[in-house]
């Protein structure tokens, strides 16, 4: 027959038991979200080099543009 001492020290190691699971099921949810977000973050990366990307090649067209159209302008503006 066990005593109280053993019986008590059984409850608090189940209990203990009980909080890990309940911490290692809560760190796998962690970590399945920041898997989740370093995800999102590589995709917004690629995506923002794209974006600057197109931005340059947008400014590189305006450079090359930009004295014919001020020309054609300040053409119209002097008529």
């Not at 197109?54 to 090359?64: A, G």
């Amino acid at each position: 027959m066990m005593n109280t001492f053993n019986m008590m020290t059984i409850a608090k190691i189940n209990s203990i038991y009980k909080k890990t699971d309940s911490i290692e099921n809560r760190l796998r949810e962690i970590d399945d979200k920041l898997t989740e977000l370093i995800i999102l973050m590589n995709d917004n990366k690629r995506d923002c080099e794209k974006m600057s990307s197109h931005i340059d090649f947008i400014d590189s067209v305006y450079e090359k543009l930009k004295a014919p159209i001020d020309y054609v302008c300040n053409r119209l503006i002097d008529k």
